[in-house]
């Protein structure tokens, strides 16, 4: 370990032992902003290729960012059978990757292949990558089996039915809860009434079951959450991985903070100022 960045294997010693590592998703394709954050003091920052406009080009330019203020780098791929874009994650130099929308253990399985060098999966090595670049060629890829980081996100119905099966598959390192989607999946969005399904005892069963099942295979629980509010109730549960929105969000609450401020301190002088509506605060 050098300049105090933990291994991958190190980092995910650390979150089973319960060491808490807080995030956030980068949905803007901005090195900039990717390079700024990754000095904000989260643990860990990741690229999400699925809701972001970002292409490989401008993936790799962000890896560079993050690893240039030491946070591990994580990329959202597009699912289970994006088998070029875990290759292009990893071989830029990702940490690891988030894998949305498993259903099955034999998509957990696919997953896990595909970020695994053989014979215990099926991943592509080629050198030179930037990867490769810190270890080389055998240094690198002697070690990515136990140091690349695979989760994979509960957002499904049929994940919660099968999470028996899928956590118990090797290799699965964190199991990542998408509340939004999960309670779309469950139709706990038609059900109630906006935001009582995040505290409905369908969701609450349907976390227990995941966390259970993760206990059972000493696998990561990781969560994303907008804000902080229930950061609190989510580490006494043992999720340790936490997302605390995206940088976006961070832009938009930052935002609207000021403008209140600013309306604030205008009616203080007596001048009336408001800001523009818009529907996103």
């Excluded at 050098?2 to 991958?8: D, L």
């Excluded at 319960?18 to 003091?41: I, R, Y």
């Excluded at 994580?74 to 699912?79: C, I, W």
């Excluded at 706990?188 to 369908?202: A, I, N």
Aim: hydrophobic share 40%; with cysteine.
């Amino acid at each position: 370990m050098s300049n105090n960045v933990p291994t991958g294997a190190e980092f995910k010693e650390q979150l089973r032992a319960g060491a808490p590592k807080m995030g956030l998703f980068l949905n803007s394709h901005s090195p900039t902003v990717a390079e700024q954050l990754a000095h904000s003091g989260y643990d860990w920052l990741l690229v999400d290729t699925q809701h972001g406009p970002m292409d490989h080009e401008k993936l790799s330019n962000m890896l560079c960012a993050i690893a240039s203020g030491g946070a591990k780098s994580m990329v959202r791929v597009a699912g289970y059978h994006d088998r070029g874009g875990i290759q292009q994650a990893l071989d830029l130099g990702a940490d690891g990757v988030l894998v949305p929308y498993i259903n099955t253990a034999e998509e957990a399985r696919q997953a896990v292949s595909c970020t695994r060098y053989p014979t215990a999966g099926t991943r592509s090595v080629y050198f030179p990558q930037r990867s490769m670049n810190k270890a080389g060629l055998l240094g690198y890829a002697g070690n990515a089996n136990k140091n690349v980081i695979v989760a994979l996100q509960v957002e499904t119905a049929a994940c919660i039915e099968n999470m028996a099966e899928i956590a118990a598959v090797p290799g699965v390192d964190m199991l990542f809860l998408g509340q939004n989607d999960l309670c779309m999946s469950m139709g706990l969005y038609e059900k109630y009434e906006f935001p009582h399904m995040y505290t409905s005892p369908e969701l609450q069963a349907a976390t227990e079951t995941l966390i259970s099942e993760a206990r059972k295979n000493n696998v990561i629980l990781g969560l994303f959450l907008f804000g902080t509010t229930r950061v609190a109730e989510f580490l006494a549960k043992g999720f340790s991985f936490i997302s605390v929105g995206n940088d976006l969000h961070h832009v938009l609450t930052q935002s609207a903070a000021y403008v209140q401020d600013l309306e604030k301190i205008a009616a203080t002088e007596g001048k009336l100022w408001t800001r523009r509506p818009t529907a996103l605060f």
